[in-house]
């Protein structure tokens, strides 16, 4: 648990690891357009618990209070900057990164000192990924650490081979296409036998557009409304659990 993007030198050879990989086959317990797949990749925040958490909100509380005191601003100001960087540079920290040299893993631990307490637990959630076959993998902006307190929250940690963090992904935050390349070359996947949960619909056009099966999470939280991209998801849900239930999977007999 908890593994991240190892270097180069340290990759399993590719060729061994297709050969090793299970002959392509359809899974009986899933439903018509999920029956080939093999791998499942999942978003963390608003995709794995409820957005109406709002467990972001905190997390934006703390990456203004972050800027204010590392920059000298007001709380005002602080925010204005967060959102700028957001738009310009994919996210905060990378604006961050970028115009300030702020240490990237001094914010990560800063903002993530949340309170998990709003996320409820989710045995439902548990028994479906526990009936996915195949492998689940996080592919997340934030920390491994944070991710991790979220997973065990929701009770559904062991359930996940791979945690793709920002660290991972090299401080190139999804929707970066090299960044899903990065992470399709660590697992040695077919995108074809793939499919990604996210809940912003930039994240989901570079994994479509390599063949990967898209859903979409609708959530309220206007942040996550993005007009200037399309949503071209091949599904979308406003509730992962009840998704998995009636799309994904056959009723237990």
């Avoid at 893993?105 to 479906?128: G, I, M, Q, T, W």
């Avoid at 990604?196 to 309220?220: C, Q, S, W």
């Amino acid at each position: 648990m908890g593994e991240t993007h190892r270097p180069e030198s340290e990759q399993p050879d590719r060729d061994l690891l297709e050969r090793d990989r299970p002959a392509a086959r359809s899974f009986a317990g899933l439903r018509p357009g999920f029956e080939a797949i093999d791998t499942w990749i999942f978003d963390l925040d608003n995709t794995l618990y409820p957005s109406s958490c709002d467990l972001f909100a905190e997390i934006e509380v703390r990456m203004g209070a972050f800027i204010s005191q590392r920059l000298g601003l007001d709380r005002e100001a602080a925010h204005a900057l967060r959102h700028s960087y957001y738009r310009t540079y994919g996210t905060t920290l990378s604006g961050l990164m970028a115009v300030h040299d702020i240490d990237p893993h001094h914010f990560l631990r800063f903002v993530h000192e949340v309170d998990l307490s709003v996320v409820p637990p989710n045995p439902a959630l548990d028994r479906l990924l526990a009936r996915l076959p195949g492998r689940k993998i996080i592919f997340t902006n934030g920390s491994v650490a944070y991710a991790e307190r979220v997973l065990d929250r929701v009770g559904i940690r062991p359930h996940f081979e791979l945690i793709f963090d920002i660290e991972a992904a090299r401080f190139v935050p999804k929707p970066a296409p090299e960044t899903l390349d990065a992470l399709l070359a660590q697992l040695v996947c077919d995108p074809a036998r793939a499919a990604f949960f996210d809940d912003l619909p930039a994240n989901l056009v570079p994994a479509r557009e390599r063949g990967i099966k898209t859903v979409l999470i609708k959530t309220h939280k206007s942040w996550a409304a993005t007009a200037e991209v399309t949503v071209e998801a091949h599904h979308t849900t406003e509730d992962l659990t009840r998704f998995l239930a009636e799309q994904v999977l056959h009723p237990e007999p």
